[in-house]
């Protein structure tokens, strides 16, 4: 059984620009979160997803926003990319909201130039 | 303001002993707690969880012991492997519906 997917697994953006990250959740799974983990730090809260409808909203700026799809999967957008928003993005999905356990993709690795 | 402190960044610990990773946290409406274990490259995978209405929890090796009133949690390992090398995160949920972790601590098993 396939786990949480993430696309890409890296990439390199210039100051400025938007960038876009997705995740696919295990199959029958309707939450998503989304989380920043900048080096020695832990996960950082981003957004919570649940039948396509925002459920939480960490401390993160308007340039930080996401959706999800009627298939569950999930977009993570950024605009006006910084160099502070360089950090590793992860995908989590659960069948039901927080507190149920929450399953991590492998993370795309996000570095601004 | 860190809600969830792990203040040990490394533990190492001889292979067989005990391994015990701690983990304080601020924040009394926090209600369930969780451990996740990272290796590089991957991301966190699933540990070991507990309720705020338990004191302990265990599942094989690995044991959650939570002490509300210190607002303290410990995880043991026993006994260590070689293969449980990696991060290990606390992470803590309340009212908020949504976690927070722990800034990790990095646990080395030597053979």
């Known amino acids: 059984d396939a786990g949480v997917t993430q696309s890409p697994t890296h990439l390199i953006k210039t100051r400025g620009q938007h960038v876009t990250l997705r995740c696919s959740p295990i199959s029958g799974h309707k939450s998503v979160s989304w989380y920043q983990q900048v080096l020695g730090q832990g996960p950082q809260f981003i957004f919570q997803y649940y039948e396509k409808e925002e459920r939480g909203r960490g401390n993160f700026p308007d340039r930080f926003s996401a959706r999800q799809f009627p298939n569950y999967s999930s977009e993570l957008n950024v605009n006006a990319l910084l160099l502070g928003d360089s950090a590793l993005y992860l995908c989590a999905s659960s069948l039901n909201p927080v507190p149920d356990t929450q399953y991590f993709g492998p993370g795309t690795r996000l570095t601004v130039l | 303001d860190q809600q969830v402190k792990q203040n040990s960044p490394s533990l190492s610990v001889q292979e067989g002993r005990i391994s015990i990773l701690n983990c304080d946290y601020t924040?009394?409406?926090?209600?369930?707690f969780l451990w996740y274990k990272k290796y590089p490259a991957e991301g966190p995978t699933f540990l070991i969880s507990?309720?705020?209405?338990?004191d302990k929890n265990e599942d094989g090796r690995f044991t959650v012991f939570l002490n509300k009133s210190a607002k303290h949690l410990s995880l043991h390992i026993v006994p260590s492997q070689p293969g449980d090398s990696a991060v290990y995160f606390c992470a803590a949920s309340g009212s908020a519906r949504q976690l927070t972790f722990g800034s990790g601590t990095q646990l080395t098993v030597l053979p």
């Open positions: 507990i309720s705020s209405i338990k």
């Open positions: 924040n009394s409406m926090f209600d369930y």
